[in-house]
């Protein structure tokens, strides 16, 4: 079996990247950018004042001649010659002419004449042209998702159009007799299906949709027909169960029968261990564990980076960062754990608490986590102190 | 001046709680609950296999009698009498008594006689109902955000309704002569419409939506009738400039026309000094400084929060977090500095890069920026090695 870091990397490298497209900005958000973006004028354009207040030209004394009023995103049509001013709002183009701007609570203007006390020194509150950029300055790199922050910045660089990557078509098979969905109410022995919900909620975070999805009960003839459809149609295939030892795990075997390469069989994690992913041309199958514990924590070790490669992001590697636990963990040498834990700060350190149970077969408390704690094959059981790595849901899907 | 804690509590006492409503669990992904929520029956409700394997009654030697299949949802209809054994599927319900399971892979089956070498022992390898939760258990806690992991929980737990916070209705009043559409292309002087875009983003992160939108010019009676018109059908009336010093600052004057009280002028932090919120009955205004870096900053540190406690949300308050700085910083005593970051992992560590300009008239920097810094009033400039307390946009926008 590969070790976790070898799987990571057969699996990333595997990936084809999507091709781009040209979008209106309005409909960017949540997408990547496709290509280095630079400014494309100077940042300002014309020399702003930083201030409501009166743009003025030196003269002989402190007082100076009004010639009128500039508001923001008006240019002047007129000079400034020596002794004069202009009332200037903040975000105004100023006067040619003008020596310095002062505030407006510096100054008292009465019948058109300005006067203030201030010391005037040139170029003070005046946001001269290309201040914050010139043309040509970089603004942002390809690979980008476009959120937060950048989205608006692509709107104050005047940005219309953006290159982004197109989107993988993802499909999603459910295996198992075993299912139900929850408007049917529970019945004994039987489960609730989970973890296409658990890909949903994902893909919703990462900015993705599930295109396709099918529910095929334990039989091999309709597997393997779901699969090659879905196989048709989409970049990712993911199938949940059917992938451990069991009689019905058609899955595995429907899989041996098909031209796709299985390039990962199982996986030194805990929990999760038999993962299966395969490949065919630009198009990738993942096979996961069934146990929703299982299902999600190898959906945020593999599958989500894989997805942002695929989106063109350069920022799919885990975020690891130390956090020192409240409580013992445990964790066996020879595997990676992901013990699911609860982030929480204490006067800027991050601390992280263990819950009640960690089993496989155990998913109730996935409602109370917001991380994992990623206990590397060296590390056996901790204790309260110990310092961890965590990896925090809020950043990793995002 | 209130100073920025006292700011903080002015406005969030003034924030009326939303209402709740009953939705389907497929509608709830990113809402927030409204009711704490418990497990409705056993987890699991029966003995279930933890493997694929079979599941023995002890007899006098370690032959078995195969009785039959129960795969993963099946109920069995049949017991297991002394020396008998049954072939179980991972998540399976054991037959009636059943005294332990055994892997698939130390038995062998020849003609219906299940042979195995193994240790048995009571119990093992069968998950016992109610092994993973009793009925009533606590699930989730009122004032979740439904997200990540916590989404298909709810499914799990089979739970098809769940009772949110009704989400607050957002309305955006832009204001300014000089503000362009980036498709109409640049204008000498003017600058282009950004501050809408940041509420479009911070709203789309933490699930809300902007129902209404107006923007009008620098006019007084335009912007009383558009400030009026809004009040009647939001709850939060955000508007963007129009707070300052200037003759066209008509958000001010028309302001203190209404009958909204205002509840905050102005707050001692920089990037956005003049804030001005005010109330009436449970709708709250804010008037945002229009440069988009205050703007920005103003939205983080007041509004976002003010809107997840709106929401219903019990995580509001922000995330501060220790981070080295790797480059100085500049900040004045006296006001709680926002600068804007890199943040990034080394070695476990969260590191702090100051970017070029912290100006307040700049803003291309916030594409290429994931956080601030957070410099309370007592901070002066810190050289690199500082700690400093950081806020990550991937957690305060999720």
């Not at 006067?115 to 509150?125: A, I, M, P």
């Not at 019905?248 to 299966?276: A, C, E, H, W, Y």
């Not at 065919?280 to 945020?300: D, M, S, W």
Request: charged share 25%.
């Amino acid at each position: 079996m590969l070790s976790f870091q070898d799987c990571k990397k057969v699996i990333f490298e595997a990936v084809s990247i999507c091709d781009t497209e040209i979008i209106s900005v309005r409909q960017s958000m949540g997408r990547v950018l496709a290509e280095d973006l630079t400014v494309s004028r100077d940042y300002p354009d014309t020399n702003l004042s930083a201030v409501d207040g009166y743009a003025v030209r030196f003269g002989s004394d402190f007082c100076f001649k009004n010639r009128g009023v500039v508001a923001a995103g008006q240019l002047p049509d007129f000079k400034l010659e020596s002794g004069e001013c202009a009332a200037v709002m903040t975000g105004a183009t100023v006067p040619e002419g003008t020596d310095c701007v002062v505030r407006v609570e510096d100054c008292i203007e009465t019948d058109g004449i300005v006067k203030t006390q201030t010391d005037l020194r040139s170029g003070v509150l005046i946001n001269k042209s290309a201040f914050e950029a010139s043309a040509g300055k970089a603004l942002a790199r390809k690979g980008l998702r476009i959120k937060h922050s950048l989205y608006p910045s692509l709107f104050y660089a005047g940005i219309s159009q953006v290159k982004v990557y197109k989107q993988p078509k993802v499909g999603v098979l459910m295996t198992g007799n075993e299912l139900r969905e929850v408007e049917s109410g529970a019945a004994k022995g039987q489960v609730f299906n989970t973890n296409f919900y658990i890909i949903e909620s994902v893909l919703n975070a990462i900015g993705l949709d599930c295109l396709y999805r099918e529910s095929v009960p334990d039989d091999e003839a309709a597997t393997r027909k779901a699969l090659e459809t879905m196989a048709d149609k989409c970049d990712f295939i993911i199938s949940s169960g059917g992938v451990s030892m069991g009689r019905f795990d058609f899955i595995k075997k429907v899989f041996n029968q098909t031209d796709f390469s299985l390039i990962i069989q199982g996986t030194p994690i805990k929990p999760g261990r038999p993962l299966m992913v395969a490949k065919r041309e630009n198009k990738l199958f993942f096979g996961i564990p069934g146990y929703p514990a299982a299902f999600f924590v190898n959906t945020l070790l593999y599958l989500v980076p894989a997805l942002k490669i695929a989106c063109g992001r350069i920022d799919h590697e885990h975020q690891l960062f130390n956090a020192i636990l409240t409580t013992p963990t445990r964790s066996r040498e020879g595997r990676l754990y992901l013990n699911r834990i609860k982030l929480q700060l204490e006067k800027g350190q991050w601390t992280a608490q263990d819950v009640e149970s960690q089993k496989t077969s155990h998913f109730l408390n996935f409602a109370e986590v917001n991380g994992l704690a990623y206990l590397p094959e060296t590390v056996g059981n901790l204790d309260t102190g110990a310092i961890i790595q965590a990896l925090h849901f809020d950043i990793e899907l995002s």
